[in-house]
Nanobody, 124 residues
Framework: QVQLVESGGGLVQAGGSLRLSCAASLRTFSGYAMGWFRQAPGKEREFVAGVSWSGGNTGYADSVKGRFAISRDNTKNTVYLQMGSLKPEDTAIYYC?????????????????WGQGTQVTVSS
């Protein structure tokens, strides 16, 4: 049974930093692209960042470009999202997702597996 488990969320002041982690129980983790999405109350789930299977290619939503960094460690079956210069509008539940493709994608429908999410709250 595939499981993706996010951790690292919490309450932080504006301008602060957090690092999210997502541990995956995928047998062939390195064969999956990974993504981070978020959903704020009353809004649709949106793409935040993605990383290719090898970690060599990454992509970001314009709203987080230059502030967030996605990375992965295929020896630990884990993907990370380093978030900096946080803003109140970054407040959301953050989800990691795994997709059976080599390149990252921005559409949530393309991903095969999802975690339960971790809450990030940024106070002003």
């Amino acid at each position: 049974q595939v499981q993706l488990v996010e951790s690292g969320g919490g309450l932080v002041q504006a301008g602060g930093s957090l690092r999210l982690s997502c541990a995956a129980s995928l047998r062939t983790f390195s064969g999956y692209a990974m993504g981070w999405f978020r959903q704020a109350p009353g809004k649709e789930r949106e793409f935040v960042a993605g990383v290719s299977w090898s970690g060599g290619n990454t992509g970001y939503a314009d709203s987080v470009k230059g502030r967030f960094a996605i990375s992965r460690d295929n020896t630990k079956n884990t993907v990370y999202l380093q978030m900096g210069s946080l803003k109140p509008e970054d407040t959301a539940i953050y989800y990691c997702a795994a997709g059976r493709f080599t390149y990252w994608g921005t559409s949530s429908q393309a991903y095969n597996y999802w975690g339960q999410g971790t809450q990030v709250t940024v106070s002003s």
